[in-house]
């Protein structure tokens, strides 16, 4: 799959500004207002989702906090099953991560990851978030396949 491909169904292209050649969903406030994140496709068929890290992401310590990189970590796990969910609906049935460093604002916050196994109605993932070359979370998880239309 090439780079900018439109393998995901219900996304929007960004064409202006500092994240223009990704790609949002544009339909999950949630997302949106905990983010905003955003994805692309790499050469290889690799899927990166990004992140700008900002005051409004960091704990009272000054600090990341740990919510926005689980919230983020689910957000990549979709991102990177958006191709074998074919437009088919899904929810997250199992998530696990493990934090390992924390990241401060003006960081850029990086996620990449894969399908372990991809059932009738499960996919299994796994995944890592990262700042430059520190890693900062490792995910793994299990998205159930939904029927949205019946």
Not at 19 to 35: H, P, Y
Not at 51 to 76: I, P, R, S, V
Request: charged share 20%.
């Amino acid at each position: 799959m090439a780079e900018g491909s439109e393998f995901a169904c219900g996304t929007n292209a960004i064409t202006e500004g500092e994240w223009a050649g990704w790609r949002n969903w544009g339909s999950d406030a949630f997302e949106d207002m905990t983010g905003p994140f955003v994805y692309r496709v790499e050469d290889g068929g690799k899927v990166r989702c990004a992140f700008k890290a900002g005051k409004q992401h960091m704990n009272g310590g000054g600090f990341m906090h740990g919510g926005c990189l689980m919230t983020f970590a689910d957000y990549a796990m979709f991102c990177i099953a958006t191709e074998e969910l074919a437009g088919e609906g899904g929810v997250t049935l199992s998530f696990s991560s493990e934090f390992i460093a924390t990241a401060r604002a003006g960081d850029l916050i990086e996620a990449t990851g894969e399908i372990v196994k991809a059932g009738k109605s499960v996919i299994f993932l796994r995944g890592e978030i990262f700042t430059g070359t520190r890693m900062l979370l490792t995910f793994s998880g299990v998205i159930k396949r939904v029927n949205w239309r019946g």
